[in-house]
């Protein structure tokens, strides 16, 4: 990835991008005055699919021994609103302060992660397609992009199943409720 100017300007914040904002294009017509400071990975997490079950968007959750691509970009409050708005904070995305390393230096930004209670999910085609631009540009392996893909819709397949037999559970102890003499209870 060329033309990267990593002078951080001290009145800026600086931020972390795994999904869609790894994007150059979107990001530049989002935040206009943001720059890539810089790449690196975060450690420890892995990326996700969350929010619905077809229309699943990015986020991170702690995973030991994986890793997340990231940019690292330097942007102005003008630009954390706008993202504030695109991410649905503080509804739909939360903001944690992160301490990870770029260029062998520890640098505190921050960075968005959906807050609980969303389900596992499959990504649209076209959100796919804006993530694997930006894995593109900026240089990242994109097996890790459809990794977590397929991880995120065998979990969710996984929590359909839980679901389901959780829904059997309750029905059968619907006709439980019998007692000796024929009449339901509840």
């Known amino acids: 990835m060329e033309g990267i100017n990593r002078e951080i300007d001290p009145i800026n914040k600086l931020y972390i991008a795994y999904g869609s904002n790894l994007n150059l294009s979107q990001m530049k017509k989002r935040c206009p005055t943001a720059r890539v400071i810089g790449r690196t990975e975060i450690e420890d997490y892995e990326l996700v699919f969350k929010g619905s079950k077809s229309s699943a968007v990015a986020t991170i959750e702690p995973c030991e021994g994986s890793i997340v691509p990231v940019l690292i970009w330097d942007i102005k409050d003008e630009d954390e609103k706008a993202l504030d708005r695109y991410e649905g904070y503080p509804n739909f995305y939360g903001k944690k302060e992160m301490k990870i390393t770029l260029d062998d230096n520890p640098i505190l930004a921050m960075v968005y992660i959906m807050t609980p209670g969303y389900q596992y999910g499959n990504p649209s085609e076209f959100y796919l397609e804006t993530i ?26 996984v929590c359909e199943k839980v679901i389901e037999e959780v829904k059997e559970d309750k029905a059968q102890e619907k006709n439980d409720q019998v007692d000796i003499y024929g009449m339901k209870w509840w």
């Open 132 to 157: 694997e631009r930006g894995y593109t540009d900026s240089g990242f392996n994109t097996d890790i992009l459809y990794n977590a893909v397929e991880k995120s819709i065998e979990k969710m397949k």
